[in-house]
């Protein structure tokens, strides 16, 4: 079954979407079966991905408001090397749309419970607020990924998200966990990106990725090519950081699976 990855953070231009077009894309170069779902009605990592976001007959806007099957919704990207479930601002309508609707919070999760045996993970990139479309996402995945930039407001912001994953997993989603907190754009010659990591590691210990996402203008130009940074660039440390996130990752989980299997033998 597919590991559902929630990449969020309430906060806009921490680094989701390019860690969740980026990671996606080295889980690719690593063999595994990739989806990554666009919930930004931005449509940020539907063009990074390199679909079009303006061509979209269908988007995940059809399929969380139940009136496209997913399977008819989902496109491969040839560059990224994984499927997409893309998105267009037709979303921003189902904000709305979703409130009237029964089962409006696990809508993405019933969605996903057909063809989650396919992929090894599935990532969902969240809108920049802890809206409806983020609660789906929180409701559907099993970790949450947490990008932020070392800076001044970084921790205040995370109250919140953390009181609402508490609040998810006390409700409708028991199993959900904190996956890891990434450190993006992170430029270790300002004093204050030092400490504001400090104060992380020593709040989160070990949930705190050791691989840290360096400021990159790879990773930025990557976009506007329609590309993850892998097939733009993949020498640049960006594409390098994100290779070893998704090594991390996987050796995480690796060991997971293995304490887990030992405590039940
Ligand atoms: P979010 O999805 O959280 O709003 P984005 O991933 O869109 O954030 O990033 C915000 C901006 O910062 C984008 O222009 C992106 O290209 C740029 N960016 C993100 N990560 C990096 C990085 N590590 N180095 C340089 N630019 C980055
Ligand atoms: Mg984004």
Known sequence: MGKILAV????????????????????????RRVLLIDLDPQGNATMGSGVNKHDL???????????????????????????????????????????????????LRDALKRIQDRYDFIMIDCPPSLNMLTLNALVAAEGVIIPMQCEYYALEGLTALMET??????????????????RTMYDPRISLTNEVSRQLISHFGDQVYRTVIPRNVRL???PSHGKP?????????????????????????????????????
């Open 165 to 182: 994953i508490t609040g998810v997993r006390q409700t409708l989603n028991p199993r959900l966990h904190i996956e890891g907190l990434l």
């Open 57 to 107: 007959e269908w988007s995940s806007y059809h399929v969380l408001t139940g009136r496209s099957a997913i399977d008819d919704v989902i496109v491969h990207s040839e560059d990224a090397g994984y499927d997409i479930l893309p998105t267009n601002s037709d979303l921003t309508a189902a904000e709305v749309e979703l409130m009237n609707l029964k089962g409006k919070e696990t809508r």
């Open 8 to 31: 969020t953070n309430q906060k806009g231009g921490v680094g989701k979407t390019t860690s969740c077009v980026n990671l996606s894309a080295s889980l690719v170069a690593t063999r």
């Open 220 to 222: 930025a130009e990557a």
């Open 229 to 265: 940074v892998l097939a733009y660039d993949k020498n640049s440390r960006g594409a390098i950081a994100y290779l070893a996130l998704a090594g991390e990752m996987i050796r995480r989980h690796d060991i997971k699976f293995k304490t887990q299997r030992e405590a039940v033998s």
